[in-house]
């Protein structure tokens, strides 16, 4: 008897933890004492919780990164997939136009793919790679309307991930070493 409430505590402690992770906070004065205050209704994504914040008094909705779009996430989502797929915009256009409501441009669909293309690489930017000990600097030489440029990538040897490169028009030592700084900021 004496385990079992030794092990209740613990649950009950766990899951507060984690109901103050998910807890929104306010994005104005960023404080924690929010209250819920009904539900916003969206046109395309539907149902949105209002917060209240009780420290500066104003309502908000928490942005899940389809903030002011008006299209459903799911289609969004769908659209991305398929280009980075190797399907061309036309077509993720008339694929969108069958099993979608209503379609949208192909225009549409690549300033979701600028937009969203920039947001991951941010993120994967931020992270921390997991590679191996020994990294590769391999560069290959291209002509570009008559003048010389090269590409100069890094990999890990291991697994083949190119962990950074870079384009330039000029080969010195100083963008060479940039690359490699990169990579070793990366891989820590």
């Not at 549409?108 to 793919?113: E, G, H, V, Y």
């Not at 100069?152 to 000029?170: K, L, P």
Request: charged share 30%; glycine share 4%; with cysteine.
């Amino acid at each position: 008897m004496h385990r079992e409430a030794q092990t209740k505590p613990q649950k009950k402690e766990k899951s507060s933890e984690f109901k103050k992770l998910t807890k929104p906070v306010c994005i104005r004065c960023k404080s924690t004492h929010i209250k819920k205050m009904g539900f916003r209704k969206t046109q395309n994504r539907g149902k949105q919780q209002r917060w209240l914040c009780k420290a500066c008094r104003k309502s908000f909705t928490v942005d899940e990164g389809f903030w002011k779009m008006k299209n459903n996430p799911n289609k969004i989502t769908e659209a991305l997939h398929l280009y980075f797929s190797g399907t061309s915009l036309r077509k993720t256009q008339a694929h969108l136009g069958v099993f979608c409501e209503s379609n949208c441009s192909y225009v549409t669909i690549l300033d979701w793919i600028r937009k969203y293309a920039i947001l991951v690489s941010k993120f994967i930017d931020s992270l921390k790679l997991k590679v191996g000990k020994e990294l590769m600097s391999d560069e290959m030489e291209y002509s570009v309307k008559g003048k010389q440029s090269w590409f100069v990538d890094v990999m890990d040897t291991e697994t083949r991930y190119i962990v950074s490169s870079d384009f330039m028009r000029s080969r010195t030592i100083e963008r060479l070493t940039e690359v490699l700084k990169l990579a070793k900021i990366k891989t820590g």
